[in-house]
């Protein structure tokens, strides 16, 4: 079964950027029929949502090379390094590579996406016995908590109070949902622990005896950065500024007081420009001085262009799932229609998870999620006497589920693994099954 899934991915899961352009053309064609749109309607939500999401892409662009040029730091590596040594066989690794990937992904998901790579980089290079390409899926497997998590997008969005909850929910939803009802209910809670247990053994399982595959050590190598030196004697006025650890610590200072004020003064959350400025800050901090940093910054950001290429491509689906012509219906509202026609009470939570998992191939974002699915499925749960916290936490898991299987947000692990999608995903489909059974019989508990 491990054989046959590596294998069909590797043969025909293509680059992620071709995926995304083949996405964008069923989603289109699909479109036209089921929405009675014209191809010219359709072009035009596809083109006007092209540059929805650039604020996000410079996020998840920031986020990847932030989190990488902290990894950088002297001191940072050796801490990592410490700990990868801390696995005593191949198996053990794979393990631990899960579950600290899985816990910090539940605690926030760009944090967790990032150091669980970084953390599975560094075992790879203490352990030549460990498979390369199955500990970068473990690492990344662990993303599929993420939206059960307490940096969960829909979850936060349903505790927010405002007017825009009950103008997002059609009304559905006059009041805040509070997380006590979403992320930390027993069903929820019982869920996330089963899902991490149930990838931590399958990726253990899927460890081979033997006949692992050699792997370039270029892959493993990571740029030694030889922090600059100038005789103070010789420095210019420049190049003392260049080198002063002060700018650093003051600017590293103003991130943390904002977040201070943003998270203790306001009680916000900790939201993806938080945990970005967290990396900013530490990274200047922790680096020799500030043009160091600058100098690792620039090394890391190669691995940036797999996000920007694609982001707009991503929007521009999102575009033609949420854009609605002179017929008045739009792809995503067919589509929730078609869940809703077959549910009831009991099985509504699961085709909902079923509808988000299809829907996240197309639109991996759970932005997007709530604005395709909050106006019709929450009415219709509300009908149904569905509480609203299971059904908001049904889109959530349908969101991160079928990540496992949708390079996208794959594409900041793999720039820093210097892998490629097919690399891993035969690994990822594994999971899907394991972890779809684990979460559909949660649903189904929390729904009786």
Same mark, same amino acid.
């Given at each position: 079964?491990?054989? =046959? +899934?590596?294998?069909?991915?590797?043969?025909? !899961?293509?680059?992620?950027?071709?995926?995304?352009?083949?996405?964008?053309?069923?989603?289109?064609?699909?479109?036209?029929?089921?929405?009675?749109?014209?191809?010219?309607?359709?072009?035009?939500?596809?083109?006007?949502?092209?540059?929805?999401?650039?604020?996000?892409?410079?996020?998840?662009?920031?986020?990847?090379?932030?989190?990488?040029?902290?990894?950088?730091?002297?001191?940072?590596?050796?801490?990592?390094?410490?700990? %990868?040594?801390?696995?005593?066989?191949?198996?053990?690794?794979?393990?631990?590579?899960?579950?600290?990937? %899985?816990?910090?992904?539940?605690?926030?998901?760009?944090?967790?996406?990032?150091?669980?790579?970084? =953390?599975? *980089?560094?075992?790879?290079?203490?352990?030549?016995?460990?498979?390369?390409?199955? !500990?970068?899926?473990?690492?990344?497997?662990?993303?599929?908590?993420?939206?059960?998590?307490?940096?969960?997008?829909?979850?936060?969005?349903?505790?927010?109070?405002?007017?825009?909850?009950?103008?997002?929910?059609?009304?559905?939803?006059?009041?805040?949902?509070?997380?006590?009802?979403?992320?930390?209910?027993?069903?929820?809670?019982?869920?996330?622990?089963?899902?991490?247990?149930?990838?931590?053994?399958?990726?253990?399982?899927?460890?081979?005896?033997?006949?692992?595959?050699?792997?370039?050590?270029?892959?493993? *190598?990571?740029?030694?950065?030889? &922090?600059?030196?100038?005789?103070?004697?010789?420095?210019?006025?420049?190049?003392?500024?260049?080198?002063? *650890?002060?700018?650093?610590?003051?600017?590293?200072?103003?991130?943390?007081?904002?977040?201070?004020?943003?998270?203790?003064?306001?009680?916000?959350?900790?939201?993806?420009?938080?945990?970005?400025?967290? =990396?900013?800050?530490? #990274?200047?901090? !922790?680096?020799?001085?500030?043009?160091?940093?600058?100098?690792?910054?620039? *090394?890391?950001?190669?691995?940036?262009?797999?996000?920007?290429?694609?982001?707009?491509?991503?929007?521009?689906?999102?575009?033609?799932?949420? #854009?609605?012509?002179?017929?008045?219906?739009?792809?995503?509202?067919?589509?929730?229609?078609?869940?809703?026609?077959?549910?009831?009470?009991?099985?509504?939570?699961?085709?909902?998870?079923?509808?988000?998992?299809?829907?996240?191939?197309?639109?991996?974002?759970?932005?997007?999620?709530? &604005?395709? @699915?909050?106006?019709?499925? =929450?009415?219709? #749960?509300?009908?149904? #006497?569905?509480?609203?916290?299971?059904?908001?936490?049904?889109?959530?898991?349908?969101?991160?589920?079928?990540?496992?299987? @949708?390079?996208?947000?794959?594409?900041?692990?793999?720039?820093?693994?210097?892998?490629?999608?097919?690399?891993?995903?035969?690994?990822?489909?594994?999971?899907?099954?394991?972890?779809?059974?684990?979460? +559909?019989?949660?649903?189904?508990?929390?729904?009786?």
């Amino acid at each position: 079964m491990i054989k =046959f +899934c590596v294998r069909l991915v590797q043969r025909w !899961l293509p680059e992620p950027f071709i995926f995304a352009i083949l996405l964008t053309f069923v989603a289109a064609l699909v479109a036209m029929p089921l929405c009675d749109q014209t191809p010219f309607e359709v072009v035009e939500h596809w083109g006007g949502g092209v540059w929805n999401l650039l604020a996000f892409a410079m996020q998840m662009a920031l986020v990847l090379v932030c989190g990488s040029t902290l990894a950088a730091a002297p001191v940072v590596k050796r801490g990592i390094d410490a700990l %990868a040594r801390l696995p005593q066989s191949a198996p053990a690794a794979i393990a631990l590579v899960t579950v600290v990937s %899985a816990l910090c992904c539940w605690l926030n998901w760009g944090f967790g996406l990032i150091v669980g790579v970084i =953390f599975a *980089k560094a075992i790879a290079r203490q352990r030549s016995d460990v498979d390369y390409r199955l !500990l970068i899926a473990s690492a990344y497997s662990g993303f599929v908590v993420w939206h059960a998590g307490i940096s969960g997008s829909i979850p936060l969005t349903m505790a927010t109070p405002g007017d825009s909850l009950a103008m997002a929910t059609n009304g559905a939803l006059t009041d805040p949902v509070p997380l006590a009802q979403t992320i930390f209910v027993g069903y929820n809670l019982m869920t996330v622990l089963f899902v991490i247990i149930g990838i931590t053994v399958a990726n253990t399982l899927m460890h081979p005896k033997q006949g692992i595959l050699t792997i370039d050590p270029m892959l493993l *190598k990571d740029d030694e950065h030889v &922090a600059t030196v100038v005789p103070s004697s010789t420095k210019t006025p420049a190049q003392r500024l260049e080198q002063s *650890k002060l700018l650093s610590w003051l600017v590293a200072l103003m991130f943390v007081a904002f977040l201070v004020i943003h998270l203790g003064v306001h009680g916000a959350g900790l939201d993806l420009g938080g945990v970005i400025m967290i =990396f900013l800050a530490l #990274g200047l901090v !922790l680096h020799p001085t500030p043009v160091d940093y600058v100098r690792a910054f620039a *090394k890391a950001s190669t691995g940036a262009s797999g996000i920007i290429l694609q982001f707009p491509l991503y929007a521009g689906i999102m575009g033609i799932i949420t #854009g609605v012509g002179a017929s008045g219906i739009s792809l995503g509202g067919v589509m929730a229609d078609a869940c809703i026609r077959i549910s009831n009470p009991v099985t509504y939570p699961l085709l909902t998870f079923l509808c988000a998992a299809v829907l996240n191939m197309f639109v991996p974002s759970g932005g997007g999620h709530w &604005a395709v @699915q909050a106006p019709v499925m =929450f009415t219709a #749960g509300a009908n149904l #006497g569905v509480d609203p916290g299971l059904t908001g936490m049904a889109i959530s898991w349908g969101d991160a589920w079928t990540n496992l299987i @949708q390079p996208f947000w794959a594409l900041p692990a793999l720039a820093i693994a210097r892998l490629d999608a097919k690399d891993i995903m035969g690994y990822c489909l594994i999971d899907l099954l394991v972890t779809g059974v684990i979460i +559909c019989a949660g649903l189904l508990m929390w729904a009786m």
